[in-house]
Nanobody, 123 residues
Framework: VQLQASGGGLVQSGGSLRLSCSVS????????IGWFRQAPGKERKGISC????????YYEDPVKGRFTMTRDNAKNTVYLEMNGLKPEDTATYYC?????????????????WGQGTQVTVSS
């Protein structure tokens, strides 16, 4: 399984960006995609995830209400719509793949990773 993340960039505070994560290779019928981010000097943290079979999503508090994950099963692609961006959202964003649906332990067990895309929010 390979993941390709894209869509990062430089945006002003309050602006919006949409990240994409395309999945290719030997893809099982049931899998989930998570978005993680890593700011300079900090550890990587999960912020949202989606189960591809039923579209169920989960968001961590720092992004809840501002970020939205959607999926296009036909394209094996997920999107992260980021609105109301803040300088503290500045980070490298990674998408991760895990087999199966996610109903708890939302950010555990990810087996494959995209290369990361940089998001910079200026104040």
């Amino acid at each position: 399984v390979q993941l390709q993340a894209s869509g990062g960039g430089l945006v002003q505070s309050g602006g919006s960006l949409r990240l994409s994560c395309s999945v290719s290779g030997l893809i099982p019928d049931d899998y989930s995609i998570g978005w993680f981010r890593q700011a300079p000097g900090k550890e990587r943290k999960g912020i949202s995830c989606i189960t591809m079979t039923d579209g169920r999503t989960y968001y961590e508090d720092p992004v809840k209400g501002r970020f939205t994950m959607t999926r296009d099963n036909a394209k094996n692609t997920v999107y992260l719509e980021m609105n109301g961006l803040k300088p503290e959202d500045t980070a490298t964003y990674y998408c991760g793949f895990r087999s199966g649906s996610v109903y708890f332990w939302f950010f555990e067990g990810y087996e494959h990773w995209g290369q990361g895309t940089q998001v910079t929010v200026s104040s």
